[in-house]
């Protein structure tokens, strides 16, 4: 079953894309990366979107995703799911985050029925 990925429900949910390439390039010392360019050009974006993702053992995972975005058209369409990390120490973390990462993807991946990767983006 396809569903849609449902927008938050903050006022803000969908970011005009100026503003987040202005965020991203000026707290990331303008490393514009190209994720960063794909979010941009994005039609379908969301931003601290809440998701849940149900375990095949029943488990329920809960987060809140800091950036999704929808790349290419039709049957080659596909989400990059982004996280902002902000930590001076992130070598001690990265397995949790990417980890964590992986869950929001894979929490879109099942709510669109598309394709979803996860990225890290530290600051």
């Known amino acids: ?3 849609s990925l449902a927008p938050s429900t903050a006022p ?3 970011v005009h894309t100026r503003s987040l390439a202005n965020f991203i390039t000026a707290t990331s010392g303008f490393r514009f990366s190209v ?3 794909a979010a941009v050009g994005a ?3 969301r ?3 809440p998701v849940l993702l149900r375990r095949e053992d029943g488990t329920l995972l809960e987060g809140v ?3 999704a975005f929808r790349e290419g058209e039709g049957m080659s369409a596909g989400w990059t799911v982004v996280d902002f990390k902000t930590d001076r120490e992130f070598e001690p973390c990265r397995a949790a ?3 964590q990462v992986a869950m929001y993807a894979e929490a879109i991946g099942q709510a669109t029925d598309s394709s979803a990767a996860g ?3 530290v600051i």
Do not use: G, I, K, Q
């Open 1 to 3: 079953m396809r569903r």
């Open 12 to 14: 803000e949910s969908l």
């Open 35 to 37: 994720h960063t360019a």
């Open 43 to 45: 039609s379908n974006l």
């Open 47 to 49: 931003r601290e979107t």
């Open 65 to 67: 995703v800091d950036l």
């Open 97 to 99: 985050y990417t980890a």
């Open 119 to 121: 990225t890290l983006l």
